[in-house]
């Protein structure tokens, strides 16, 4: 993370419990916010808790911040992917951060 | 039980990939294999899917492009041979102006010209990307010249849609093509795991597991959308 600070950077900020949370799984409803291609630009990146972790990035005017991660990885465009994964393998949260923006669509990135 | 016949050309509108198969596969693969020409319209790569497969097979970016791949082997075990992706995005589908999105589906309807065109029931897909699709679906067959119409087959997610709909105008007997309805909903991995950790589950049971699974997997019920104008 420490490799974004100070530059404009692309941020997916997302956190789900599923469009059938409320249909199917007994929750009083689905509950679902996402930003895709935020741009951002942060002083300060830090990561607290032992999986689940917690980011924090500290920006001049604001935060942002996502709690449940339990995993990473950097593709091989050096883009920065965190994620939260319940036991089951699915998504509850995510927070990305790429120097160029994320595709709307896997048709557009083909093209 | 209704009779699935050669029907002059299948069209189906949905908007993520497994749609098609979840709840509609024995149908799908009924009307193919009697000679049914069949097109499906697929609105987004459902990008914002939960499900990453468990373990995890995907990241939230690598999910479109593994979705499609799914997508393509549940068509052939469909027998669809023609895919058409619109490219929108999951979740942003009822945001779109719909008028937009049924452009480009009666720009297929009027090129393949279908007898059937299954969709959502609208207003009953749960999912706010089904409603919209199934909307956007019936602005586009309401442009047409009334004799033009294909039938609109919708499906209901809602729980006890009968108390809204009555009872289905097609009960659809599937269990002749059962494996491979089972089939088609396998090539969707990526979302349906845990699902199938849970039928195989019931099927290996045997008794009054069995028979339940196998009573609702070899259904499939359709309402007849009308319009009226």
Known sequence: ?111 | MAQVEKTRHLLLVYPHPDDESFGKAGTVILFTRAGTPATLICGTLGELGRNMGNPPIANRETLPKIRRKELEQACEILGISDLRLLGLRDKTVEFEDPERVADRIEAVIREVKPSILMTYYPGLGVHPDHDAMSNAAVIAVKRLPKEERPVIWGSAVVHEPEKILGEPDFVIDVSSVLEEKLAAMKAHRSQFSGIFARVEEALAAGGQAREEALRLLGTERYWVYRIDD
């Not at chain 1, 929750?27 to 607290?48: L, S, T």
């Not at chain 1, 091989?76 to 790429?98: I, T």
């Open chain 1, 1 to 111: 993370m420490n490799r974004f600070v100070g530059d404009d950077v692309y941020l997916h900020l997302e956190t789900t419990n599923g469009a059938y949370a409320a249909h199917r799984f007994g929750q009083p409803m689905a509950v679902c916010a996402y930003i895709r291609n935020g741009r951002v630009r942060f002083e300060r990146a830090a990561i607290a808790g032992n999986r689940p972790y917690r980011v924090g990035l500290k920006m001049e005017q604001g935060w942002i911040y996502a709690e449940g991660l339990t995993d990473y990885e950097v593709d091989e465009k050096g883009r920065l992917l965190l994620a939260g994964h319940d036991d089951e393998g699915r998504l509850a949260v995510a927070l990305q951060l790429s120097r160029t923006p994320w595709p709307m669509s896997a048709l557009e990135e083909e093209a």
